[in-house]
């Protein structure tokens, strides 16, 4: 195991920590798993998995229990050591920064997707199911279904976000469509019909009017009205599915989408234009998520089954920063302010 | 014989072991056409059980312990009363690294439990221990709760009113156990009601005998510890009926590349050989059969359910109803019925599944098989398929991506899933009926799908293949006489073998694949006792007689009368009509034939053989057990 993660955690060091420049503001966490190639329910694992944390020295640490089937997560936004985790058995539920857990989910929620905590309503968290959608209103103690307006069938859900400016509203992306709620769950209504699975939805950092979603089939959708009408953005094709959407918070107008098929795509024009950018990624570009970091704008591709890679160009060169043979299914910045 | 592998398809958590002195793998097949009576039929149960326990045993080294010792033998050792020391340092070897799943956790219960009074307060607590400390993780598939939830019940009634930071859930012994509770009866309920999701496997008829023979064994509650033994009564009442000389047979929710071919090559064939005495175990006694063995004696198959094993009145059909695996997306109900029908007669049997694609990655959905007399490296089987390959259908009943699982997959197990000449998987572009020993199956494969052409399997162990100008191909697969009408024309191409879930190469065994690559497409199969006609040529010409009239546009569609004289009439997509009637599946019972008998929703089974009989009733959790004067 030592081997395996001195060769994870060596291109970091090598590579130096970030970008010159002032201590960063956030913390970076992933979620994930690292040699996975193989591996089914029961394997050894030989590596530490689930919750990273970026050091000071710009490397990752594996943080808490060994735990290879983890897919995103969600922080208090009162206190940074709270925070959630869609797992394959449940949501998780940590109060001391990952070191403890407890699944709050019974049996009756398995394999969440997705998990996202409201800014304004802090103990409201919300569970992206393959059958729907969860609600914990006690900080992921408990768990219940609010699923009116949702379909009987065609639920399976892939994402949930919530607008960081209205309490209760919440966006949550799923196989038939964009479903919002503006009284925290308690009614939904689909605003974007789509015949696949909705992928990713983001909010922009820049104006909260201004919203992105990614899907399998529909291409990337865009809405500038604070999620009540989609578009399709020109461009972007539904030809290939989409796995995740990127606003970069350090300037406006950059986004950057990832695909197992397509690599990584970015626009520098807010959409107008895009540019495949997979020179100096692995041959087999298979981009699982992609994200940039609030603090120096670095680009982020996680390649599945393959490494995390950085730019600082967005996307005109890349670097391995490590984690080979992983599949990293988020990557979240946490405010320090919040530790 | 070719050695088989020992561990198949499941996780390597065990310790490979040298494979000798296995006396009833290596020795005759038994011949068994009669149950003998009750203080023979334990004795000879125990002396199987006894033949298991032994080899185990006898395979550890102490100067090796972590080399021969895995929790299969610390339990085997510790039942048969010996090398309790060893025992004690290999479990606190073993979980100072434990392991993170229900593959893990079942035979941690198994220490746990059969050691509970022999090992040292130290190794009972490094148990204890792991169960705080490692994460497990619950899977995603049945089985794999079954395991999941059958351990932590037990565990949480072995350590009662400890606290939620004392177990890797975050939940109190309390919690554990009601959740634990819960599922498992949510399970029972479903399985008794509309029928298992994962049902007639090859292999995972093991994933759950297991786990119920331990609730049947040590649940302090006796509720559950009657509903584990119940569970045991129904599944092996089932494996009773749809196999033929201890053979597991017709179709299967999962398989393998090994069990598909190698019929007799399965754990299935480990439970049969223990409980019936008639077919010799798998090598190594499957594997996952080493955690039954020492418990396998608190339990007591009933005589009704032996019965059904290895004394059969006659040819017989049963029909049965089962579930598709979850459908997360792209279905209108999450587990849709999937409807059974077997024959069994002396010297064959026809078995398949009508509905939609129950396990895109396992499924096995007909094929006729016949009897060998020892069925060792015998591929006693002849089907088709659609090799269907897609991520729709992964993300159908898999919460995944489109693209990763096709490919990703074949490295975690499945290593056929995405070849085109694979004999191993459901398609949603197969239907298939079946009236007797007749079936038809219909194919129509969308445009631009991976693999546009359909698989027929011809064994090795065909004699007389005729490729007939009529246009059907006649074989003999033991004492079965076998015609195989192809639709379309095809080709051939020899048989290339994955040698179990992580073979990265193939192996020439001999058999070949017709293939045939034709979108619409089509075949039919008629078997027949070779004692029924005077000679082989006398069946062909039979055959060639039979009225066959098909076309393949729009749809394809067969009107076929059958050798037992059936008018059979067969359009893809439709429902089919024998003798101007059509089938309506949505009347079959959930079990429905001379043995087993169940009403949809009734949750009980009703178990028959001659004048035996017992009631399985699990609103009343009672068994019955009665003799017609």
């Known amino acids: 195991m030592m081997k395996t993660l001195s060769r994870t955690l060596l291109p970091l060091l090598l590579l130096g920590a970030l970008p010159a420049g002032a201590a960063p503001a956030h913390d970076l966490y992933l979620f994930g798993a690292v040699n996975i190639t193989g591996r089914v329910i029961g394997s050894r694992d030989v590596a530490k998995n689930g919750v990273y944390v970026r050091t000071a020295e710009g490397g990752f640490t594996h943080r808490g229990i060994n735990y290879p089937a983890m897919l995103g997560g969600a922080f208090d936004p009162r206190d940074a050591r709270v925070f959630h985790v869609a797992a394959i058995c449940g949501v998780l539920t940590t109060a001391d920064g990952g070191l403890t857990w407890r699944i709050g989910t019974s049996w009756d929620m398995t394999e969440p997707k997705a998990v996202a905590v409201d800014p304004n309503a802090p103990d409201m968290v919300y569970a992206a199911l393959p059958d729907g959608l969860g609600v914990s209103t006690d900080r992921g103690h408990s768990w219940s279904r609010r699923e009116n307006g949702l379909p009987a069938r065609g639920k399976y859900t892939q994402v949930v976000t919530v607008d960081r400016t209205a309490a209760g509203r919440v966006f949550a992306g799923s196989e038939t469509g964009i479903y919002l709620t503006e009284d925290a769950a308690q009614n939904w209504r689909r605003v974007f019909p789509v015949v696949d699975t909705v992928t990713d939805i983001r909010q922009s950092p820049h104006d909260p009017k201004h919203w992105l979603a990614v899907s399998q089939s529909a291409g990337a959708l865009e809405s500038r009205d604070g999620g009540l009408t989609w578009a399709p953005i020109a461009g972007i094709t539904g030809r290939r599915a989409l796995y995740s959407v990127a606003f970069d918070p350090t300037r406006a107008g950059r986004i950057a989408i990832a695909s197992w098929s397509l690599g990584l795509l970015t626009s520098e024009d807010d959409g107008a234009t895009w540019a495949f950018r997979n020179e100096g990624l692995p041959e087999k570009h298979q981009v699982w998520r992609t994200a940039v970091d609030p603090d120096n704008g670095r680009l982020y591709a996680a390649i599945d089954s393959g490494a995390l890679f950085g730019s600082d160009d967005f996307g005109r060169t890349w670097q391995s920063l490590g984690m080979e043979d992983s599949r990293i299914q988020n990557l979240v910045f946490v405010p320090r302010a919040r530790r | ?629």
């Open chain 2, 1 to 629: 014989m070719k050695a088989s592998q020992f561990f198949r398809s499941a996780p390597a958590l065990l310790l490979a072991v040298t494979l000798s002195a296995q006396p009833s793998f290596e020795g005759p097949a038994p011949v068994v056409t009669s149950v003998p009576a009750e203080d023979q039929r334990l004795a000879a149960y125990h002396a199987r059980v006894d033949e298991v326990l032994q080899w185990r045993a006898g395979r550890v080294d102490l100067n090796d312990i972590p080399g021969t010792m895995d929790m299969a033998s610390i339990s085997i050792l510790l039942t048969l009363g010996r090398d309790i020391e060893a025992c004690n340092e290999r479990v606190l070897q073993m979980m100072a690294e434990p392991g993170t799943g229900p593959f893990w956790m079942f035979p941690a219960v198994c220490v746990a439990f059969t050691g509970r009074e022999l090992l040292s307060p130290e190794a009972r607590a490094s148990i204890r221990e792991a169960w705080r400390t490692t994460r497990q993780l619950r899977g995603d598939t049945e089985n794999h709760w079954v395991m999941y939830y059958a351990s932590l019940y037990l565990m949480s009634e072995l350590y009662p009113n400890e606290p939620a930071e004392t177990w890797y859930t975050g939940r109190s012994s309390e919690e554990n156990l009601a959740e634990a509770r819960e599922w498992l009866i949510h399970w029972m309920d479903t399985t008794t009601t509309v029928g298992q999701g994962e049902f007639n496997t090859t292999h995972y008829i093991g994933e759950y005998a297991i786990p119920m023979l331990f609730m049947a064994t040590w649940a302090k509650d006796p509720a559950m510890k009657l509903r584990g033994r119940m569970m045991l009564d129904w599944m092996f009442a089932e494996l009773a009926t749809v196999s033929l000389n201890g053979v597991l047979r017709g179709p299967n929710a999962r398989s393998d590349e090994g069990s598909v071919i190698e019929r007799w090559n399965a754990l299935a064939s480990y439970f049969s050989w223990l409980l019936f005495g008639n077919t010799p175990p798998p090598s190594g006694y499957g594997g996952w059969g080493l955690y039954f063995a020492p418990v396998a004696k608190n339990y007591v198959l009933p005589e009704v359910i032996h019965r059904i094993a290895v004394e059969r009145d006659g040819d017989y059909v049963q029909r049965d109803r089962a579930r598709t695996r979850r459908f997360w997306r792209y279905s209108d109900v999450l587990s849709p019925p999937v409807y059974k029908t077997n024959y069994l007669r002396h010297d064959y049997a026809v078995g398949s599944t009508q509905g939609i694609v129950n396990d895109v990655i396992q499924a096995h959905v007909w094929d006729v098989t016949w009897r060998e007399e020892d069925p060792r490296g015998k591929h006693p089987t002849m089907f088709s398929l659609h090799p269907h390959s897609s991520g729709r259908m992964m993300q159908a009943q898999f919460a995944t991506y489109p693209e990763p699982m096709p490919v990703g997959v074949t490295f975690e197990g499945k290593p056929s899933y995405d070849s085109p000449d694979k004999v191993l998987g459901g398609s949603p572009y197969e239907k298939v009926f079946q009236d007797l020993d007749t079936v038809i199956a219909l194919y129509d494969i969308a445009p631009g799908e991976r693999f546009e052409h359909i698989n027929g399997f011809f064994s090795k162990d065909l004699r007389d293949v005729t490729e007939d100008a009529s246009g059907w191909i006649f074989a003999r697969g033991g004492n079965a006489f076998l015609a195989y009408r192809p639709l379309a024309p095809y080709h051939w191409i020899p048989y290339l073998h994955y040698n179990g879930g992580w073979a990265t190469v193939r192996d020439d065994l001999g058999g070949r694949v017709l293939t045939s690559p034709h979108l619409k497409n089509g075949t039919i199969v008629q078997a027949a006792g070779a004692d029924e006609f005077e000679s082989f040529e006398a069946f062909k010409a039979a055959m060639r007689a039979l009225p066959l009239e098909f076309t393949l546009e729009p749809v394809p569609s067969v009107r076929f009368t059958t050798l037992r004289g059936k008018n059979v009439a067969f359009t893809y997509g439709e429902a089919p009509v024998v003798d101007g009637v059509p089938v309506d599946y949505s009347k079959w019972k959930l079990f429905e034939g001379p043995y087993l008998n169940a009403e949809v929703g009734g949750r009980k089974l009703t178990v028959t053989h001659g004048r035996l009989q017992r009631v399985l009733d699990f609103n009343t959790l009672t068994v019955k057990d009665s003799v017609r004067e």
